[in-house]
């Protein structure tokens, strides 16, 4: 049986040769070209815990039907645990390219929880382009129309939106955050 692989193999070898080669040098060069240098990868993580409540009349936590539109919404209060962090991988020789996914600090520190995929160029002025896209991570549900009277119906609620962020422009300590939704 061993004998008969053998066979075949080199049959192949001397019918492919040619092909097989062509297949491993590609190879080689391909997997050079994609090295994984362990230096250029950066990041954190953390545990983050928190505490939410509200009194919404967007919550489809209430009744689907409303009797009196003036009252407050329904009060909820919800407890959460989750991974926050973000991972970046440096490219080119000066290192002044990165693309990176995960949470903002800068969204964390003002109350938003938005996750990114996003590339920043770093110009030799001082400017960080930073340009990303934000996919809706915790879609959910609310009320078509909150203050309808009577029986009202859900929609979902999702999104996403794609960012520009201009750091320290021209080497100043002006910035630029614009996004599109």
Known sequence: MAKGIVKHLKRVMKMNGKKLLSVA???SIAGSAFAFDSSRISGEIIFATGYMSSNSNLST???SFLK???KK????????VMPLGS?????GEQRNQRVYLGTSRDDLAVG???FEIGYQYDMKNGTKIDVAYLPTVLSGEAWENPYLEGNRSKTDVDGHAF????????GTGFSLDMAYA
Do not use: M, P, V
Not at 73 to 80: K, P, Q, R
Not at 87 to 91: N, T
Not at 163 to 170: D, E, F, Q
């Open 112 to 114: 938003d929880l938005a």
């Open 163 to 170: 960012r520009l962020k201009l750091n320290s422009i021209a």
């Open 68 to 70: 009196d539109n003036t």
């Open 73 to 80: 919404g329904s009060h909820n209060d919800d407890f959460i």
């Open 87 to 91: 991972i970046a991988y440096d490219l």
């Open 25 to 27: 040098i590609l190879s």
């Open 61 to 63: 936590e209430s009744d």
